[in-house]
Nanobody, 115 residues
Framework: QVQLVESGGGLVQPGGSLRLSCAVS????????MGWYRQAPRKQRELVAR???????NYADFVKGRFTISRDNNENTLTLQMNSLRPEDTAVYYC?????????WGQGTLVTVSA
């Protein structure tokens, strides 16, 4: 059974930083390209950043230069370091494979950027 458990969200002021983590079980983690997605209120879920099995990364333009995705294939964890946060980064953040095909989503972790 696939499990995705996101953590690390919270309330932060504009310009601040947060580090999100995702613990993954039930799949051979190292086989999968993984990504962080987010869904803001009244918007569709969107892919924020992705990382291949070998560590190649790609970012959406709106986070490029501010966010860093990484993975630990030994610990089956995915991480998103978010710096220079903006109010428009407010959303629930999720991890999943890319494209999302695991048939499951975690509960997500809420990031709120506000003064």
């Amino acid at each position: 059974q696939v499990q995705l458990v996101e953590s690390g969200g919270g309330l932060v002021q504009p310009g601040g930083s947060l580090r999100l983590s995702c613990a993954v079980s039930g799949i051979i983690f190292s086989f999968h390209e993984m990504g962080w997605y987010r869904q803001a209120p009244r918007k569709q879920r969107e892919l924020v950043a992705r990382i291949s099995s070998f560590g190649y990364t790609n970012y959406a333009d709106f986070v490029k230069g501010r966010f860093t995705i990484s993975r630990d294939n030994n610990e089956n964890t995915l991480t998103l370091q978010m710096n220079s946060l903006r109010p428009e980064d407010t959303a629930v953040y999720y991890c999943n494979n890319v494209p999302s095909s695991l048939g499951a989503w975690g509960q997500g972790t809420l990031v709120t950027v506000s003064a």
